[in-house]
């Protein structure tokens, strides 16, 4: 059971590039989020969703776009990076509802240069 | 915003009891509380939630007021493993955004 699993680990890009961090559950979760994490701080909400076509965004979305095609995946697009945005990235997934414990991918490290 | 408050940094002798203070003054009645840890920059981990009754597993206790405004987490025999910022989460429930606070950053003293 591969449970939340993040590619790529680390990344490098160049200002104005794109890219797709994927994110990917096999536990049949409805609920997957996208949370960054800042240097010595805690991770903020970027987007989530709670099903297939499904998502809305959190507390810092802009300059992010995701789509749920699927249950079981949850990409997360940078459509021009920008230095701000050189974070580590974490995905989450969950089933819906209370009482149900949210597990967590080991990251995406990106850095924009 | 984040609907919990908790200590920046605790520091706690190896071997001991770490209790780990959370407020959460406008928790409403069908919200969980959970809590989570994260050492050094790996994904956050599960440890325990609770709703209104006190909790206990294999890694921690929860101990929840009777009021549900604020709890506390009991990590009952420190190690140095359990060096992490941990994070009291109240779950939002009509859209269950899990939504983080700064944390307690968990020093553990040999």
């Known amino acids: 059971n591969a449970g939340v699993t993040q590619t790529p680990k680390f990344q490098v890009l160049k200002t104005g590039q794109s890219m797709t961090l994927q994110c990917a559950q096999d536990m049949n979760h409805e609920y997957m989020s996208w949370y960054r994490q800042d240097p010595g701080m805690g991770l903020r909400l970027i987007h989530y969703?709670?099903?297939?076509?499904?998502?809305d965004q959190g507390e810092v979305p802009n300059g992010y776009n995701v789509s749920r095609s699927t249950t079981e995946d949850f990409p997360l697009r940078l459509l021009s990076a920008a230095p701000s945005q050189t974070s580590v990235y974490f995905c989450?997934?969950?089933?819906?509802?209370?009482?149900?414990?949210?597990?967590f991918g080991q990251g995406t490290r990106l850095t924009v240069v | 915003d984040a609907k919990t408050t908790q200590p920046p940094s605790m520091d706690c002798a190896e071997g001991r009891a770490a209790n780990l203070p959370c407020n959460h003054s406008t928790i409403s009645g069908n919200e969980y509380v959970y809590w989570y840890r994260q050492i050094h920059s790996q994904g956050p981990q599960y440890i325990i939630h609770g709703l209104k009754n006190n909790e206990t597993n294999e890694m921690a206790s929860l101990i929840i007021t009777e009021d549900r405004k604020s709890s506390t987490l009991i990590l009952p025999h420190a190690t140095l493993r359990d060096t992490a910022v941990y994070y009291c989460?109240?779950?939002?429930?009509?859209?269950?955004?899990?939504?983080f606070g700064k944390g307690t950053r968990l020093h553990i003293l040999p």
């Open positions: 989450a997934s969950t089933r819906m509802g209370l009482g149900t414990e949210a597990f």
């Open positions: 989460i109240v779950r939002v429930n009509r859209d269950d955004k899990i939504i």
């Open positions: 969703s709670v099903g297939a076509g499904i998502t």
